[in-house]
């Protein structure tokens, strides 16, 4: 029987071989990505049939939708597979190889954030009282009241949150979900944990209700199986009137960082500033920071608490978001 030779079979034997060597999540991300950016639109044609022009027209198509990043890391998939089938014997060109200098740069350095008080809360009360879907407004809720990194919070699981009921709520952040090197983020002492604030309590408990069985506590409005996309946020923030291009999620890190460290210099209490990038899990050189995971706890809950009341000071709470869906 003749070898199946479309991009679509080629890439899954390409993914076959390649996943034993990842984490299981980016397996499941690698083929998600194929499956539904590349398979639909070129999947089924032969793969010695397929030309630059071809790929360019695909990756043009999605960095129209602002996923820049996205379109470059498929570009490197497709790339990948092309190597594959070239080392097989079933292509002898890689269509991908150059397209990448004809897609948008992806711009890196430092992400755009409000790093006043009242305009990060002005942000935020703009961001939720606009439309939006329940999930995106209780995961842009939950990530400006933890500092946690975007990717997290994606993939959130109500699992991962402890003691919700009693007096040391905490979010055990498995270290394979943490932006660790693979040989680090296998190995348990790497986890974080995150002291949970009252007001994130109440908005896990609210996202809980609203996913009830869900793996992931904030699934995607379209495939409630699957947790909301990495560009969900980034999106909606896009569209906050007056505030465009101010502010991004990944910039809640800076903004609790710059907030909370000039309020300690004022307030005289230089110890906390030790205590406030640990608490955006940024690694340290010294052993003993990095391997004590409740390292200042006490003090990391009381800055986490000081940090959402003054954040969402006359905010309605997050049951509102679930008013719309209630019977």
Do not use: C
């Amino acid at each position: 029987m003749e070898e199946d030779r479309t991009l679509e079979a080629v890439a899954k034997r390409w993914h076959e071989l390649q996943s034993p060597q990842w984490k299981p999540r980016h397996s499941e991300d690698v083929l998600n990505s194929l499956t539904k950016q590349v398979f639909p639109a070129i999947g089924k044609q032969d793969i010695n049939e397929l030309k630059p022009s071809h790929i360019r027209e695909l990756l043009q198509a999605v960095q129209a939708g602002d996923a820049i990043e996205t379109a470059h890391r498929i570009r490197q998939r497709i790339s990948a597979v092309f190597r594959f089938a070239m080392g097989s014997g079933l292509s002898e060109m890689d269509p991908a190889a150059a397209i990448g200098a004809a897609l948008r740069p992806v711009i890196h350095g430092k992400q755009p954030a409000l790093l006043k008080l009242e305009e990060a809360r002005a942000f935020l009360r703009a961001f939720e009282a606009g439309p939006g879907h329940i999930t995106t407004k209780l995961a842009s809720r939950l990530l400006a009241l933890t500092a946690a990194r975007p990717g997290t919070i994606q993939l959130a699981q109500l699992s991962e949150f402890e003691d919700l009921d009693g007096q040391q709520p905490i979010w055990r952040i498995p270290a394979e979900k943490m932006k660790l090197q693979r040989a680090q983020s296998e190995q348990l002492e790497f986890e974080f944990i995150i002291p949970l604030s009252r007001q994130a309590v109440r908005t896990v408990k609210v996202a809980s209700e609203y996913a009830k069985n869900r793996k992931y506590l904030f699934p995607s409005a379209r495939h409630s199986h699957r947790p909301i996309t990495d560009n969900a946020l980034n999106t909606a923030y896009r569209r906050v009137q007056g505030f465009a291009g101010r502010h991004v999620p990944h910039g809640w890190r800076a903004s609790f960082s710059t907030i909370m460290n000039e309020r300690a210099i004022a307030q005289e209490k230089p110890g906390d500033r030790a205590i406030i990038d640990p608490m955006l899990a940024h690694q340290s050189s010294r052993v003993e920071s990095r391997y004590n995971r409740a390292a200042y706890m006490p003090r990391r809950r009381r800055l986490a608490q000081d940090w959402a009341d003054m954040l969402l000071e006359g905010f309605d709470p997050p049951e509102v978001f679930l008013e719309p869906y209630r019977p």
